[in-house]
């Protein structure tokens, strides 16, 4: 019986690490995708290349990637832009980052997202 025990332990904490490590590294892929369509944008905006044009495209850009823009750089060769993806599904990782955090409240431990951040550039054409 403890034997049984010690194995079923073992699979959950390999799963649990799996499920984690996965979402964790697949929400970095989907932030960086989203910076450099958001950045791609935010270059191509159209019109008259103005900081606020590019915010509006980059925005746009990472929002439909299910990330959102927090920052943006302009300057004479190309476009930054900084987004953030919220990482939903994890069973440890996310409740740990809040609790580190000093998050107290229960109900937030176990909803608030991991938030991972990326950026990317692009130049003008």
Aim: hydrophobic content about 50%; cysteine-free.
């Amino acid at each position: 019986m403890r034997r049984l025990l010690v194995w079923a332990l073992s699979i959950l904490i390999v799963l649990t690490v799996v499920n984690d490590l996965g979402r964790y590294i697949a929400g970095f892929q989907k932030a960086d995708d989203a910076a450099r369509a958001a950045a791609f944008a935010g270059a191509r905006s159209g019109g008259k290349l103005t900081l606020d044009n590019a915010w509006k495209a980059a925005y746009a850009a990472a929002e439909q990637q299910g990330a959102r823009a927090e920052n943006i750089d302009l300057d004479e060769r190309g476009v930054t832009v900084w987004v953030a993806y919220d990482v939903r599904g994890t069973w440890i990782l996310a409740p740990a980052a809040a609790l580190l955090s000093g998050q107290t409240d229960p109900e937030l431990v176990w909803s608030t997202p991991l938030t991972v951040r990326s950026d990317a550039r692009s130049s003008f054409d």
